[in-house]
């Protein structure tokens, strides 16, 4: 079966996949130089989908998505974290907005505690 997840989906939404549910939590937003994140491919065309800012940097949110099931409940995150940025990695990188993955694992009644870490 081929799943394909689209940057439609806002925080909060869910998708089911028979008894599995996945939801998309709050990972922040950074933002990056679109020349470096889209290569050869001119900027005319990736522009149309993706606004640059002055500083030729486009958005990219850093959301985790949480996986449950009846067993387990799974956190996808590759994501900038929360307070592990120096004020000028935040402002080189520019993270308008960190992670809050903890404040939105309790929307499902869920602590660190509860995940799996590899």
Not at 10 to 33: C, E, Q, W
Request: net charge neutral; with cysteine; hydrophobic share 40%.
């Amino acid at each position: 079966m081929l799943i394909v997840i689209t940057n439609t989906e806002r925080i909060g939404d869910v998708m089911k996949i028979g008894d599995i549910s996945i939801h998309y939590l709050n990972g922040g937003n950074t933002k990056m130089d679109g020349g470096a994140m889209f290569g050869v491919v001119p900027k005319p065309l990736w522009s149309k989908q993706y606004n640059a800012n002055e500083r030729n940097q486009i958005n990219l949110p850093t959301h985790p998505i949480l996986i449950q099931t009846a067993q387990y409940n799974l956190i996808i995150d590759a994501g900038i974290g929360n307070g592990k940025l120096s004020e000028k990695q935040l402002r080189n990188f520019g993270v308008d907005e960190e992670s809050h993955i903890i404040a939105d694992l309790a929307n499902y009644n869920l602590t660190p505690k509860v995940l799996i870490t590899c």
